[in-house]
């Protein structure tokens, strides 16, 4: 299982926060189709489900955090923006 490099709690799922527009079809009845979902791109972030920080904004990033990889450390130019190092673990 993997842990969050915030509040260091084990996860096994993120979070993926993703903007844009759901479209539905309404029948005179009242009845609501899904059309389904379009992103927008201007937010896709996966994040931990306990405590919401953004472990990444790529989704293989995410399945290897997932996947037993490890977050060793933050890099200090993504120190701002919450993004983290890989590394595989090793056991």
Known sequence: M????????????LHNIVTGWN???????GQYEDEGF???GI????RCPECDATITSDEREALK???SETLLERES???KQNRFTFARRTT
């Open 2 to 13: 993997s842990k969050c490099p915030e509040c260091k709690k084990e996860i096994d799922h």
């Open 23 to 29: 479209t539905w079809n309404v029948t005179k009845d």
């Open 38 to 40: 379009e992103g927008d």
């Open 43 to 46: 937010i896709n972030e996966y």
């Open 65 to 67: 955090f997932l996947n």
């Open 77 to 79: 130019h993504n120190k």
